[in-house]
Protein backbone atom coordinates (compact mmCIF):
# COMPACT_ATOMS: atom_id res chain seq x y z
CA UNK A 1 0.00 0.00 0.00
CA UNK A 2 3.05 1.79 0.49
CA UNK A 3 4.07 1.56 -2.70
CA UNK A 4 0.91 2.51 -4.23
CA UNK A 5 0.63 5.81 -2.16
CA UNK A 6 3.87 7.21 -2.08
CA UNK A 7 3.21 10.10 -4.47
CA UNK A 8 0.01 10.76 -3.29
CA UNK A 9 -0.99 14.14 -0.85
CA UNK A 10 -2.75 13.35 2.36
CA UNK A 11 -6.28 13.58 1.35
CA UNK A 12 -5.88 11.35 -2.15
CA UNK A 13 -4.43 8.66 0.25
CA UNK A 14 -7.66 9.07 2.86
CA UNK A 15 -9.57 8.39 -0.61
CA UNK A 16 -7.93 5.08 -1.53
CA UNK A 17 -8.12 3.97 2.05
CA UNK A 18 -12.29 4.69 1.99
CA UNK A 19 -12.47 3.07 -1.32
CA UNK A 20 -10.64 0.12 -0.50
CA UNK A 21 -12.53 -0.61 2.84
CA UNK A 22 -15.96 0.91 1.76
CA UNK A 23 -15.70 3.41 4.65
CA UNK A 24 -17.27 6.15 2.40
CA UNK A 25 -19.20 9.25 2.35
CA UNK A 26 -21.77 6.82 0.32
CA UNK A 27 -25.07 5.74 1.61
CA UNK A 28 -24.76 2.58 1.85
CA UNK A 29 -21.90 2.99 4.74
CA UNK A 30 -23.21 6.43 6.06
CA UNK A 31 -26.76 4.17 6.17
CA UNK A 32 -24.78 1.42 8.44
CA UNK A 33 -23.61 3.99 10.43
CA UNK A 34 -26.78 5.79 11.21
CA UNK A 35 -25.95 8.82 8.98
CA UNK A 36 -28.46 7.86 6.60
CA UNK A 37 -32.19 7.68 6.20
CA UNK A 38 -31.14 4.80 3.21
CA UNK A 39 -28.37 2.86 1.56
CA UNK A 40 -29.57 3.38 -1.82
CA UNK A 41 -28.22 5.76 -4.35
CA UNK A 42 -30.24 9.63 -4.44
CA UNK A 43 -28.32 10.37 -7.52
CA UNK A 44 -29.86 8.24 -9.88
CA UNK A 45 -33.06 7.42 -8.47
CA UNK A 46 -32.37 3.53 -9.20
CA UNK A 47 -32.89 0.72 -6.35
CA UNK A 48 -29.40 0.24 -5.71
CA UNK A 49 -26.91 0.59 -2.52
CA UNK A 50 -24.80 3.24 -3.33
CA UNK A 51 -21.64 1.41 -2.22
CA UNK A 52 -18.03 1.91 -4.50
CA UNK A 53 -19.01 -0.58 -6.69
CA UNK A 54 -22.24 1.13 -7.79
CA UNK A 55 -20.18 5.09 -7.36
CA UNK A 56 -17.87 3.48 -10.08
CA UNK A 57 -19.27 1.34 -12.17
CA UNK A 58 -22.82 1.81 -12.08
CA UNK A 59 -24.62 5.10 -11.36
CA UNK A 60 -26.08 6.62 -14.61
CA UNK A 61 -25.59 9.89 -13.08
CA UNK A 62 -21.90 9.26 -13.64
CA UNK A 63 -21.65 8.37 -17.00
CA UNK A 64 -19.89 11.32 -18.79
CA UNK A 65 -17.67 11.04 -15.68
CA UNK A 66 -17.13 7.15 -16.35
CA UNK A 67 -16.67 7.16 -20.30
CA UNK A 68 -14.09 9.78 -19.73
CA UNK A 69 -11.93 7.11 -17.22
CA UNK A 70 -13.13 4.23 -19.55
CA UNK A 71 -11.38 6.08 -22.36
CA UNK A 72 -8.50 6.42 -20.73
CA UNK A 73 -7.64 3.08 -19.14
CA UNK A 74 -9.62 1.05 -21.51
CA UNK A 75 -10.84 -2.35 -20.33
CA UNK A 76 -9.05 -1.91 -16.97
CA UNK A 77 -11.37 0.43 -16.12
CA UNK A 78 -13.76 -2.03 -15.30
CA UNK A 79 -11.97 -3.67 -12.97
CA UNK A 80 -12.07 -2.50 -9.17
CA UNK A 81 -9.27 -4.30 -8.02
CA UNK A 82 -6.93 -2.08 -10.93
CA UNK A 83 -8.41 1.03 -10.36
CA UNK A 84 -7.54 0.45 -6.23
CA UNK A 85 -4.56 -1.31 -6.85
CA UNK A 86 -2.55 0.08 -9.28
CA UNK A 87 -0.66 3.17 -9.67
CA UNK A 88 -1.23 3.64 -13.26
CA UNK A 89 -4.90 4.20 -12.27
CA UNK A 90 -4.06 6.65 -9.22
CA UNK A 91 -4.50 9.84 -11.38
CA UNK A 92 -7.54 8.86 -13.53
CA UNK A 93 -9.60 7.61 -10.32
CA UNK A 94 -8.71 10.94 -8.71
CA UNK A 95 -9.88 12.58 -11.57
CA UNK A 96 -13.29 11.12 -11.87
CA UNK A 97 -13.83 11.38 -8.13
CA UNK A 98 -13.56 15.06 -8.40
CA UNK A 99 -14.98 15.21 -11.79
CA UNK A 100 -18.83 13.72 -10.02
CA UNK A 101 -18.30 15.91 -7.19
CA UNK A 102 -20.18 13.23 -5.15
CA UNK A 103 -17.88 12.88 -2.40
CA UNK A 104 -17.40 15.81 -0.09
CA UNK A 105 -13.65 15.76 -0.03
CA UNK A 106 -11.57 17.80 -2.69
CA UNK A 107 -8.86 16.01 -4.01
Known sequence: ???????LRK????????????HTPL??????I????TPLCL???EVSPENVHHFLFQCPRYNRERHVLRQ?????????PYLLANQEAQAEVIRYVNATKRLSLTF
Open 1 to 7: FLKLTGK
Open 72 to 80: TLRRNATSL
Open 27 to 32: NQHLHR
Open 43 to 45: QCG
Open 34 to 37: NRSD
Open 11 to 22: KQIGLYIQLRTG
